[in-house]
């Protein structure tokens, strides 16, 4: 099974993407996950990425576009996947479809988590993960036992740098510009599969699975 999740930062995406990849035991891929790491390491990628990434704004197409080539180049992606994150814009899609028609592969399904605005705005505002063990919190669905403390290691709660409200505020619009789009370049190819993204997490997990018949 060849899957993307395309939604809003703060629709959901990854927490759903990573439990659907362990119910189906295919990879989870989230490019922001492999920019984030890449920016700790101060790798070359790392320092490419980073000033793009604290403005809220998008790391250049090719940049990212090479980061997936390299990984269907060592065949990570052979045994089926979900995409996190990418493609999140119209060229990022047209050379994803281009890299798979040559290696006679295909999306099978693009689930669009739906989740409207200021529900979205709300959540990012609340979000914070332990800098020990990523684990992650919500003010005020899932706060921690004690104020900024992680409750499974102790660690420290911190902010992702581009949850800051007025960060959050452009990645919604850099979202609204540059990857809604790709919602109907995927609908146009008849795998879209929209799900609503508002309710418990057991709850919108059950609609994605209903809706891949998995
Ligand atoms: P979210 O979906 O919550 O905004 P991600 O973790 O998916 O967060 O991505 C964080 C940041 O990483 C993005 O704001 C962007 O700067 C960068 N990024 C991730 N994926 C891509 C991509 N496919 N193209 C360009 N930039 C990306
Ligand atoms: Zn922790």
Redesign the pocket.
Known sequence: MNLIFL?????G??TQAIRLAEKVNILHL???????AAVKEGTELGKK?EG??????????E??IGL?EAKQASGDLNNGFIL??????IP?AESLDKMFDRVGTKIDNAVLLDVDDEEIINR?SGRMSCSGCQAGYNYPANMPKKEGVCDKCGGELVR?P??MPDVVKN?LD??KKQTQPIEDYYRGKGVLLPITGVGVPDEIFSRICEGLKV
Not at 52 to 61: H, N, R, S, T, Y
């Open positions: 939604g809003a930062p703060g629709s995406k990854g989230s490019t922001g996950d492999l920019l984030r990425a793009f990434m604290k403005a809220g704004e998008l790391v250049p197409d940049v990212i997936i996190d994150g990418f493609p999140r814009t990022q990012l992702r581009d949850d990645r850099v979202y």
